[in-house]
């Protein structure tokens, strides 16, 4: 039973699959609350568990998204993937947030032409990578601003949050708007994402840094 989470969004989503083909979505949770990763990714696994009649011995690895995404979200994320893993002797494997939403967007018809992923940077900004048809990641993910990266003129499909938040840069919105859980572990199961180390893909320095060293006063 695989055990997957993502936190590279404001709110947290966890999903469990199994099944003989390994993909089946037995639970899938999204966190009514957002902004809150740390107060709600440990018990919404547990519920998760919970609900599909399993304990975490019943799992065989762990799967996490990697970002990009904001500093906080994505250590609450990795963190707990590395831990679980380590303490129940599990493989734990990581996957782009961008390619698992390329997959949900592709293989439920929601786009069949080159398409791009943009979600939420803050700082008015995206992150965003572009993909073929097949949603094969081609470029990125890179950070930028929404103008920069505009699709407007050529009316490129955008999946993802960041399209719906500036909508004149992106005017064609399609697909989910953040990445799922479910997804995520659909990718690793069948290998149709890059597998990556739980390590987090950050793209820029987090907000809060540790102070230099004080000035002189003169």
């Known amino acids: 039973m695989l055990l997957a989470f993502d936190t590279s969004s404001p709110s947290v989503s966890v999903a469990l699959l199994g099944g003989e083909s390994g993909d089946d979505v037995l639970v899938e949770l999204r966190s009514e609350q957002e902004m809150r990763h740390g107060e709600q990714l440990a018990p919404l696994i547990e519920q998760a568990l919970e609900r599909a009649g399993a304990t975490r011995q019943d799992l065989t690895a762990v799967g996490v998204g990697v970002g990009p995404g904001p500093f906080t979200g994505l250590r609450v994320g990795l963190v707990t993937a590395r831990t679980l893993a380590f303490v129940l002797d599990l493989p734990v494997y990581g996957v782009c947030s961008h390619d698992a939403l390329a997959l949900e967007a592709v293989t439920t018809g929601a786009v069949a032409e080159p398409f791009v992923v943009a979600t939420d940077a803050r700082r008015k900004e995206v992150y965003l990578a572009s993909y073929d048809e097949a949603g094969v990641r081609l470029e990125g993910p890179a950070v930028a601003k929404p103008e920069a990266v505009a699709t407007a003129s050529s009316g490129v499909p955008v999946v993802g949050e960041g399209a719906l938040l500036y909508p ?11 990445a799922s859980a479910a997804w995520l572990g659909r990718a690793i199961v069948h290998e149709t994402a890059e597998l990556l180390d739980p390590d987090p893909l950050y793209l ?5 840094e540790i102070p230099g060293t004080p000035k002189k006063v003169s």
């Open 168 to 178: 004149d840069d992106f005017p064609r919105a399609v697909g989910p708007e953040r």
């Open 204 to 208: 820029r320095r987090p907000d809060a």
